[in-house]
């Protein structure tokens, strides 16, 4: 079928629910306490804390479906599920995600992967007449060399950082997808774009974790063998931005409540630190005091990524875990983890 189409409102009388599936006579902005919203991702970093967040809210139990359940990439599997269940939300927090290791390596998986995961998810949901959903961007997809802090309107005005640009490339091509199916059918979709996150079920994989993960991983490994320095790759001077998953899943609620959502909008904590600044943190968190060695033979990525978080203060939201509180926490579920043998990526 082509997607001119493919209205929803020529679906089947069969498939569709006369209440909510017409986008004409939904009031699809607002989030009902018995919305069924389908989490992709929901056993993710990301997608474990929107499901916290919602029974935090009391907001009906999400539809979801693991990875080996529904396999996002499979366009047939996806769109089907999508029909059967027709949710009246879906946010998009599945993707394949990595470090820098992870992402330079294998450009091609991260560009394929996510590019389909985006369009079946997308497409998929517009087929079945969901009203709304959420894509998860992130603040990786804006130019390598974006104004500091990186305002919304960057995206697409320079190179990609290369070390990400195949995951940057899908990611960007999804929060289109949302911006023209909203300006062509009338659907409310919109997305998110997250600054780097940590917490609870981060993922401590030696070579595929993020940034923080990894800084916990090596000094919690310092202090239990009793190493007095620990290498960390890159100089030690890019500045980046953390935020708490959990005030993201705040946010991402928060987003789904409003009327007329920005098509994109930055989610970040508002302030940055160098990787050497948050190493220390780190030790702090962990009670070391290791001397810090850099290998400047690995990549340090982007000088500086800090968003513009003016937009979604002014819409209303702002961050509530400081960073020192977030790593305390993490490195006590890291510690809780580790002894249950349930730590992700050991
Ligand atoms: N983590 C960050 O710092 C960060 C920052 C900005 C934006 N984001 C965005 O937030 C979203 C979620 O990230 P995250 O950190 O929560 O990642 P995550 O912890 O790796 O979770 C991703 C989830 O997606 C699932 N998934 C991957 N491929 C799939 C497929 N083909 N079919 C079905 N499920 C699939 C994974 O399941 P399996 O584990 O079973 O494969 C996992 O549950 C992503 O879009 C990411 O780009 C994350």
New binding site residues.
């Given amino acids: 079928m082509k997607p001119e189409t493919l209205k929803p409102e020529t679906l089947k009388p069969e498939t569709r629910n006369p209440e909510t599936r017409n986008p004409e006579t939904l009031k699809p902005e607002t989030l009902k306490p018995s919305s069924l919203i389908f989490v992709?991702?929901?056993?993710?970093?990301?997608?474990a804390a929107v499901v916290r967040e919602m029974a935090r809210l009391g907001l009906r139990p999400p539809l979801t479906a693991?990875?080996?359940e529904?396999?996002?990439?499979d366009q047939a599997a996806t769109h089907a599920f999508l029909a059967h269940h027709r949710p009246d939300c879906v946010i998009?927090?599945?993707?394949?995600?990595g470090g820098i290791e992870a992402n330079r390596s294998a450009l091609g998986t991260f560009l394929y992967?996510n590019m389909m995961?985006a369009a079946n998810v997308i497409h998929g949901a517009f087929k079945a007449g969901v009203p709304r959903l959420l894509f998860?961007?992130?603040?990786?997809i804006y130019p390598r060399l974006a104004p500091q802090p990186i305002p919304e309107d960057a995206l697409l005005s320079g190179p990609l950082e290369p070390t990400n640009e195949g995951y940057a490339l899908a990611?960007i091509a999804g929060l289109k997808l949302c911006q023209y199916y909203r300006q062509q059918y009338g659907v409310l979709y919109h997305s998110a774009m997250?600054?780097?996150?940590?917490g609870t079920?981060d993922?401590y994989h030696p070579e595929h974790s993020?940034v923080l993960p990894a800084l916990i991983r090596k000094f919690e490994e310092a202090r239990t063998t009793g190493a007095q320095e620990v290498t960390l790759w890159g100089s030690g001077k890019p500045r980046r931005e953390f935020l708490h998953v959990d005030d993201l899943a705040r946010a991402l609620l928060f987003l789904l409540q409003l009327d007329d959502p920005p098509d994109w909008v930055n989610v970040g904590s508002g302030e940055d630190l160098t990787i050497r600044e948050l190493a220390e943190q780190v030790q702090t968190a962990v009670g070391t005091r290791c001397a810090l060695r850099f290998d400047t033979s690995m990549p340090d990525g982007p000088p500086r990524k800090l968003c513009d978080t003016t937009l979604i203060r002014s819409l209303g939201w702002r961050p509530e875990i400081p960073l020192p509180d977030g790593l305390k926490r993490t490195v006590a579920e890291y510690r809780a983890e580790l002894a249950a043998d349930t730590l992700r990526g050991n």
Avoid: F
């Fill in positions: 992709a991702g929901h056993r993710g970093m990301v997608g693991t990875h080996a529904l396999d996002l990439i998009v927090a599945a993707a394949r995600v992967e995961i998860l961007g992130s603040t990786c990611k997250p600054t780097n996150l940590y079920g993922n993020h």
